[in-house]
């Protein structure tokens, strides 16, 4: 059974940045893990996700300011977020999808996504 616990979150001034962890405990052999967001009153976005083969997939508005990994031993993604904007303020949730194939590059379709972690508040000041 996939639990995730994310951790990281917090307040940054713009420009700085911040690293998200997240942790499957139940040591579940996972496909896609992922990262969302969440800003008050939008939908929840895609953000980043990556196989377990290591392929990636971005939204355009972090591409070259986030940088997404994982550890599969420890079954463990991070999210490594650089030159943070204000508009970066959101709730990240972790993500995993069981679906999509080891080799193909990651959905970002939130319906794609089985299992969610319980969020970190990220908040980028200006």
């Known amino acids: 059974q996939v639990q995730l616990v994310e951790s990281g979150g917090g307040l940054v001034q713009a420009g700085g940045s911040l690293r998200l962890s997240c942790a499957d405990s139940?040591?579940?052999?996972?496909?896609?893990m992922g990262w969302f967001r969440q800003a008050p009153g939008k939908e929840r976005e895609f953000v980043a996700a990556i196989s377990r083969s290591g392929r990636v997939n971005y939204v355009d508005s972090v591409k070259g300011r986030f940088t997404i990994s994982r550890d599969n031993a420890k079954n463990t993604v991070s999210l490594q977020m650089n030159s943070l904007k204000p508009e970066d303020t959101a709730v990240y949730y972790c993500?995993?999808?069981?679906?999509?194939?080891?080799?193909?590059?990651?959905?970002?379709?939130?319906?794609?996504?089985?299992?969610w972690g319980q969020g970190t508040q990220v908040t980028v000041s200006s």
């Open positions: 993500a995993v999808d069981q679906k999509t194939g080891v080799f193909s590059v990651p959905r970002s379709a939130r319906s794609d996504y089985d299992y």
């Open positions: 139940g040591g579940t052999f996972t496909y896609v």
